[in-house]
């Protein structure tokens, strides 16, 4: 026996692993249960259904329309209920809540702040409630024997025209709970060199940002996010496969562009079952996470929009382990990734790995050892 593990995990085990999540949008991660009371309360009659798992299981089948622009049609009704700070702190709060319970150690949850501001709240009470949200769940998360940290990533939407305020929304309260910036909504037709200034803004600030690209749009999207906009990490990027060219004896050879985002490490924020909702994918075997982490690119593994996929960080992991057999040491590959591609500072990076994600994985493996032992 070897001291190499090639054990798949169960689900149980998944969920214990400690789990680290990049891309993860608070608006598509509500309760279903909360959205209905949050309606209730606030007199929002658009909703589709008014049961919970009714209303769980439209949420996933409206989002499986094939396009990212129908995929999006669904956030009508999260925005529509997160337009007070008790909603919005609400929320946030049980996002950690949910996230911790999950084994996911480090989060950084990203919200458009412009989208949450019909009832008359500042962008500046959205980012409060948000981040006062996150700290009572990491408090209850901690109380019910979990660790999660979370932080903020604030997004403009591309097709709007704000991204420069919330670019400097996000310079105001970094260190104060936001840890970056992102672009999201429609990719097609609002290619993010028409937020230039946001992003030049950003990096004058030494700051941090993400940017939805090469998700419902191909290579010219990822090299302009990289190359004009300087993007730190791709959020989805997974058609960067377009670029990786497979000949018929199993030859693989990189383009240009897939060869740099590889070698700079550019983290790609990859989400599976998002993917497979938009159109992004055909199936989960023929996602190109595959591909991509067997040619060792950055890859890290992230949820989107838990409601709108009916996910987790473990139900993503149910799906590539059992796709793709992978073990607990793949599993703590994409993890490191993720903590490595991070938006706090490296020391605090670092401190997760070596205390908190090596350690559980160890401890994982060693009850895989001494089972296998007992047995043996
Ligand atoms: O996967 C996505 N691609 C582009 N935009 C997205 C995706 N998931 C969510 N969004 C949008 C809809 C939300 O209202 C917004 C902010 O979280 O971001
Ligand atoms: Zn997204």
Not at 145 to 165: C, Q, Y
Request: aromatic share 8%.
């Amino acid at each position: 026996m070897t001291s190499e593990n090639t054990q798949q995990p169960n689900p149980e085990q998944i969920r214990r692993a400690p789990k680290v999540l990049l891309h993860d949008h608070l608006d598509g991660g509500l309760r279903p249960a909360t959205i209905v009371e949050l309606a209730r309360e606030s007199g929002y009659e658009g909703l589709p259904e008014t049961d919970p798992t009714a209303l769980g299981t439209w949420f996933r089948a409206a989002a499986d329309s094939g396009s990212l622009e129908r995929y999006l049609e669904t956030f009508a009704h999260t925005c529509a209920v997160l337009q007070t700070a008790q909603a919005l702190r609400r929320v946030a709060a049980e996002c950690a809540e949910d996230l911790a319970a999950d084994g996911v150690v480090y989060a950084e949850v990203r919200y458009a702040p412009e989208q949450h501001l019909e009832q008359g709240l500042t962008l500046e009470q959205v980012v409060e409630a948000v981040n006062e949200g996150f700290r009572e769940g990491e408090r209850r998360a901690r109380a019910a024997g979990h660790r999660v940290r979370v932080g903020a990533l604030l997004t403009a939407m591309r097709h709007a025209a704000r991204s420069l305020e919330i670019a400097e929304l996000a310079n105001r309260y970094r260190d104060l709970g936001v840890v970056g910036f992102d672009i999201a909504g429609a990719e097609a037709g609002f290619p993010p060199t028409r937020h230039l200034d946001a992003f030049e803004y950003l990096k004058r600030e030494n700051n941090h940002f993400t940017i939805h690209a090469g998700e419902a749009f191909g290579l010219p999207s990822i090299w302009q996010a990289l190359q004009w906009c300087g993007a730190d990490r791709l959020g989805h990027g997974v058609r960067i496969i377009d670029d990786i060219h497979v000949s018929e004896d199993g030859g693989i050879k990189l383009g240009r562009l897939a060869s740099y985002v590889r070698d700079k490490r550019i983290p790609l924020e990859l989400c599976p079952t998002s993917n497979l909702q938009t159109g992004a994918a055909s199936s989960y075997v023929e996602h190109p996470i595959g591909l991509l982490r067997k040619l060792h690119f950055r890859a890290t593994v992230n949820t989107d929009n838990r409601l709108m996929s009916g996910t987790s960080m473990s139900r993503e992991f149910e799906h590539l382990v059992s796709t793709f057999g992978y073990t607990l040491d793949d599993m703590q590959w994409f993890t490191v990734n993720a903590m490595k591609s991070a938006f706090i500072p490296f020391d605090e990076r670092l401190a997760m790995i070596n205390d908190v994600i090596k350690p559980g994985y160890a401890e994982l493996k060693a009850e895989w050892l001494f089972r296998q032992t007992a047995v043996g």
